[in-house]
Each structure stands twice: as C-alpha cells, then as structure tokens.
C-alpha cells in the first residue's frame, strides 16, 4: 500500500485527502490531519471520491457518431474530425459560431487552455462556465465593491469570528466541512446568525434564526442596516477612512423601516433587531453567503456587503466575506477567464491595454468585443448564430432546466463533448473525448478560499482517455497555433505570466505546502491568507445604494406558496459523478426508497389544512406550467413555501420550461398552487 496526499475535487471545500493505493488501483480515502482548511474530518463524498475513477462505466476511447450511431475510433480520427469541422465553421461563418463552454468542475489548466483556443486561435469570446446560465452575480458585485471576486478571509479564520452570519445556504448538504467549522466556532462561544427561508442543520444550532420568506432578502438587510445606522453603531472611522459613496448609501437607507421590513419577511422586528445588533457590536463578524445555482440577485448581495461596510467588518482576521463556491472550482475557472466578457485575471475583454499584455503573451489577436454567453446559446437568443460548441465536462441537457437544451444541440454542425462518461447531453454529440480521472493527472484547482491546490496523480490511466489539457493542445496545434505544452505545469507556468495574482504558483511551490492562496505571487509566494492584510490604503471599498424594493405582503391570490430550490447530499451538483460512485449511489437509494421518483417538501402546517399526507402525490401549479410530483410533509420549510431539491429538475423543468427567469429576476420566488393530485 501507499499513501498520496492530494486534494478532494468534489466540492469548493477542496479538504486534504490520502488517497490509498495498491498496485494501480485506488483502494481508498482518509482526510489529512493538519490541512489548514479539514483538519481531519471529511465528508461523505470525500470518503468516495475515488470510486468514480473505477467505474465501469468510463469511456475508453473517442466516439464518433456516423449515420446515427457512436463508433469506437482513434484519437487522430477523432481530432482530425474536430479539428476540420471547427476550421470549416469558422471559415464558413467566422469565429462567433463556435462557442466553448465549461463546468466549474474543470480544473484550472483545463479551464484556460479552452478559453485560450476560443480567443487565440479561434477568435471568440463565446465562452462561459456552466453556472454562468444562472449569474454571475457575485463576482461582479464583489468586483465593483471590494475590487476583489472571491472570500476575503480563510475558513481557519472562523473559529476567530465573534458573530457568523450564514445566509441561504445549507453547509451540511453543500459544504458540510464548512458546516462542521461553523458549528464548532459556535460551540465555542461565536452567535450565529442564520438567514434562509429553510431550517436546515445549521440552523438548529443558531442564536437568530431568520426564516425569511423567499424574494425578501433586501429588505431584511436594509432594515438591519437602519437598525445600526439609527443605533449609532457603524464603524465611522472604518467608513470613513476606506469607503466611498457613505452619503448615498446612507439616503437609501432612510427609506426602510424595521416594522414593516418584518412584517413583510415575516420575521419578529425584535429578532431582526437583535441580529442587527449582535453583527455590529462583534469584534470581528463573518459573512457566508453561496455563489452559485441560487442565482442571488446582486441587490441583496450588495445589501450584504453594505452591512460588512457600515459595521469594518472587513480586512481583519475573523472579519470578511465568504462567498462560497460549491462547485470545486468555481473560483478557478473564473480567475481563468471562462466569461464572454472577462480574460483571465478577470479584465474587461473591451479593456484594449489588458488585450494588447495577453496578445504580447499568447502572440495572437485577440477579439475585442463580449462574446455571446451559454445562457443566450440555449435560449437560441443568438438566432441559431452559433453552430458548434465544445462542451468541457458540461452537461446543460441535465443542468439548465429552464431550456430545451437537446433541441438546440440537435441544430448544431459540430457538438464536442469531453467526458468520462456518456452523459445526457453527450448523447447529442458529434464527437466524445474521454478524459482521464481523479488520480489519474495532475492538475490545479482553486478552492472557495482562493487556496490553488495540486490534485495529484497516483495511478496510471487507462489506456484510451487523455488529459483535457492534452486534447486541447492537440486540436490547437492542428489548427496551426504554436502551443508546445508537454505538462499541466508548464500550462500553469503560462498562467502565472497572463493572470497577475497566479504568478507565484508553479506546481513547485505549491507541493510546498497544501497549495497557496492567491495572490500568490513572485514576491509573496507563500500566498495570501486574509486579503487587506497589509492595510488599507485609500478608499478601496464601495458601497452600493440599495433602494428599497416594493414587495407585496401578500402572494398572489391565485399561487399562495412560493417555490425555492436547493440541494440534498447525495445527489448533489456534479450527479453525473454520483451516479457512478457505488456507495453513494447507494445512499441515494436509501434517501429515494420512500420517495422513487423524488419529492417536494412541504410545511407540515400547510399539509394538513391541504388535506396532504407524506408520501400523497401533489400537483404543483405555477403561472406557466403544472407538475405532478410527491409530497414531502416536514418542518422544515416555512409556511407558505415549498422546497424543490436540485435533483428533482422535472419539477422545475415543467414549472418554468415555458417561462425562464429573466436575468434580472433571479432571486425572486416562482409563485405556485399546491394541491393533491
Ligand atoms: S467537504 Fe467537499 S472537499 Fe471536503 S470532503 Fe466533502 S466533498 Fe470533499
């Protein structure tokens, strides 16, 4: 037996891991002791996270589909084939019809070398993570505010935080480290603050429990806000000495109430109060908020992050901002340019002096206006303009429920899929590339607290799949681009030149330690625990003047209950890989055997005065569409909301399919009727 420290690829958390072999099989998994972000514990799908590498299942070799059906081929037919459709589509139609889009699973190499061959050597910004379809809220808010799109603090950080604010998002399903971390700052004497229409495991352990309704978040912290601005308690020295724009926050702020915020959140004024409070006179408060699927809406982000202004809660060990990637790099394949508007390092693809640095670099022109996103692409808001994707560990047909994805990948001349198995969307491919797994390559991933970690190779692959960053050199190449990369580490030594605050992470200093934070660069390469660390010169914080919006105290008359999404632990984000793991598709099952064809939950209040039991068969009616699904009866959720996991997307596919939510809706609930089937 040996023993490989790497790092789990499941979720943001990124925790350390061992990863136990015998000959070149991956017999099994326990958590490293001293990783600064796990310190011994792991969770379900770490324990498991080495059994997808061994699943039957794989693909072992390219497919190709010819009159109708895959046949197994060779690496240069399949390539060759990519390789002259792209040319030919480019040719025929220019570079916009080609888009390349990817998971926030990807690995950081992965990430840039795909958004590296749209841009250099095809000549689009047609390119965009798979999360991008909901927003990508946080990280423009967190831009335009704190000048940085990522968590300020570390996660060690936590048990240093007097006061946790949690807000929408489960830690036990999604994070459940993170979770464990909160839980014991707790146990140690930290409040907690919890906000979420859902009473979720966290909750149970928190001082002010704020189970808002959905839709209502920006008046909660706007009240929060006038609570403290009235109470005297911001921090005007910190305001004054780092913030710009306090006199028109402080306008907008004037316009809420608490009593009627309440009584519109359907929280007691005296809970909000003391929330209020407690965040402000803490010595050091922690935000956590989730950046992902939720589509939070970017008013009650910058509500969030206007209360981490008015009270300093911000550049201080204990005190910041987490803004949580549940995917396991989420952060990465966005500090890697994967936005139709962003290049790596996140500068403005309009920005003509950041194009000229990375043209110097990359010795190719570069488009100069935002390319179309993946949202666009499958609403076909683009016209059927984009005729071939490249699809990097993506799967949209399982993925975007608001959209007939199969329909428009069955219009495309060219669909590239890379994965390592046949997903839903992959059966709409041209072309399959197989890609090696878990253990089988070294490549980087940047976890939700900017950590840039080696996820390490311990075995041999098969003999078929390649390494992503392989295919895509191999296609580059071919197409005439100089790209002579014969590692993932020299693909991050480039990296390090294009994306400033990466430019201290070879692969050799970051084996020195479980990886660095950025910025990690030549003259810090230790990297960067707590942003803001050195001192705050000027006035590098913004606030942002919310408005108070007009939300109706009452529901529809017609659609009583709103409707919110999350997830569950098993069958989470990436289920493609839970699929193929046998022990947590196992556990699924469990979860799934009172409920074979999943649930929605409800309030158990509400169930009763709906004559519901657990178990009943619902029918779900919203404004654009019914669905017919099982009633979870619990207490969960708060009355007047049901809750919709992730996994159960038909629910939400025949709710919304004809509707979308418009981008600027995001956040707001889908109102419905719920009744017995
Ligand atoms: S919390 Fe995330 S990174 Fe940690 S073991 Fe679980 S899935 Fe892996």
Redo the contacts with the bound molecule.
Sequence with gaps: MAHHLTT?T??G???GIYLETAGNRIVGVYPSMSHPT?EGR??V??WN?HEVASSPDRLKLPLLRRNGQFREVGWDEALDFVTARLRAIRDQHGPDALAFFNSPRCANEEAYLLQKLARAVIGTNNVEHGTGVYSNNSINVLLEMIGHPASTNSLGELDRSEVILLDGVDLAMQ???IGGRVIRAKLSGAKLIIIDARRHRVAEHADFFLQLRPGTRVLLYGAMAKVIVDRGLGDLNFIRAHCRNYPAFLEKVEDFDLLQAADICGVRPELIEQAAMAYARARAAAILYSTGIEARGASSIRSMINLALLTGHLGKEGAGIYALTEHNNLQGVCDMGMAPDRLPGYRAVTDASARACVERLWQAKLPASPGACARKVWEHRNHGRVRGVWLCRYDPVNTVSFCDVPAVLKQMDLVVVQHLFMTTTAQYAHVILPLVAFGEEQVTFTSTERRIQLANKVIEPPEGPLPAWQQLTRVARALGAPWDYSSAAEVMAEIGQVVPFYSGASYDNLARDYGRQWPCTKDRPLGTRLLFADGLPGQPFQFEPVPRPNIPRYAPEAFPMAMIFGHSLYYWHQNVLVKHSETLKRELRVLLLDYPEGFVELNDGDATELGIRDGDKIRVRGSSGTAVTTARVTREVRSGTIFVPFFVREVERQLLGAAPPEMGNLGKPVFVKVEKA
């Design positions: 789990c499941f979720c958390v990124g925790c796990n792991i969770c799908r770490g996270v994070l459940p480290t």
